[in-house]
């Protein structure tokens, strides 16, 4: 029950070696979190973060690269959720080579839900908590 | 007879001020130039680049910013073309605020067809030339 | 009278290319500009913006770029000031090659002084003046 | 026995939320690793990689984020390395805000030897193992 987002590798995403550089992996991982919002919540992630003054911002990230992506190469980014607790989600992302499926990429990247203005840890409300059960 | 590209404004997007910082318009002016290789022409972008060394640098910039775009936006990028030399042509964009149609953001940037190994300048292929009658 | 800025070019500087991405000569003119308010002025860009809400948003470009930049070269990026209006200012950058100083970039950046805020034009006051001054 | 690059934090690293966007943290990861290579090694990063097609690809990360970066910080990345393998290393990266040395990111992040055109693992030369023995 993951939520896929398909993204094109950019001439921006790619280094010196001629492959994405590794940094941008984390680029990718947002923008599916940002598209599965857009998708599924009520509002949008923009709308969360400039209107409401809350947010996820990463507390820890635990990722291992297995493939290059290369410039061209179609990313499909599989966004799923591992652990909601009071106030912290544990998200799992796949990243894989669209033309052959092969993965290139996984993460486990810990977010807590937080008042962006005074820096307070918030409980996450029940219906984002129903949200993220669409991608458990 | 413009190709439109419809791009998400993204958390990197975004600048201290709150704003898209003015070097992403140029990022956005390139993902439509690549959209529209992949939509119109035989080969795509980075294929052009990676299997026949060949690209079009950028030689001139001239731009104006009108309005700002934020986090969240949604951005409309006209690409079309202003005159296509023998070995130069000069792309017109216009970037606009999907919500509202504001104009946020025009340039016209000249490119140059090259050999990207051995830096010499190539006249544009016929094949190449006709395509961009499609955006003329 | 110019100030410059010595910056060196990183591994997300360059492109499918090799080359420094052209959206990047941007980024580097406005390190530049940062540099030059901590070296000479009394407050720097980031307490101008974040702490008196007030920045020089830029509003026109014109700029050419006449040789790459690769992955380990040392930019030497040169900032003078062309024209001091009641609010706005045209500043000019080079950008050149450390090892044999190859002009590779020319740029002319009209901002305009705002109060980012109510996104108010403001008349560029006394003292930012005489700072400019010193880049004539 | 840590090597230290000072990073000023710039307008790019900053998202829509006012703080250090949080894959720009592994940016300034790489900056102080290619800063070490300049400073101690015999070639720079970009020559390895440029010249001798060899280089350091990340293959696995694990990083904790506990405090803010904002815009106008000065970012201390100290690298150390904790263990050198035949052909892998784990370097350990700590950045902390200059004006009061609070930790803002740790991170272990293993990078693999690697011939970047054939892309076969390679042994850590005995002169670069000598290298990586400063920051042990």
Chains 1, 2, 3, 4 share one sequence.
């Not at 909601?84 to 796949?94: K, L, M, N, P, W």
């Not at 990243?95 to 409980?123: G, P, W, Y």
Request: net charge positive; with cysteine; charged share 25%.
């Amino acid at each position: 029950m993951a939520f896929t987002s398909l993204l094109k590798i950019r001439f921006d995403d790619v280094d010196g070696a001629g492959i994405v550089y590794y940094p941008q992996f984390f680029h990718l991982c947002h923008k599916a979190f940002e598209d599965f919002f857009d998708d599924a919540a009520s509002v949008s992630y923009p709308h969360l973060i400039n209107h409401q003054q809350r947010g996820f911002p990463t507390v820890a990230i635990q990722s291992e690269f297995s493939a290059p992506l290369r410039y061209g190469d179609i990313a499909l980014v599989k966004l799923s959720i591992g652990k909601i607790g009071r106030s912290s989600a544990v998200f799992h992302y796949e990243i894989r080579r669209k033309k052959d499926s092969r993965l290139c990429f996984s993460a486990q990247i810990t977010k807590v839900f937080m008042n962006l203005e005074n820096k307070k840890v918030l409980a996450i409300p029940d219906d984002m908590r129903e949200l993220w059960k669409n991608i458990l």
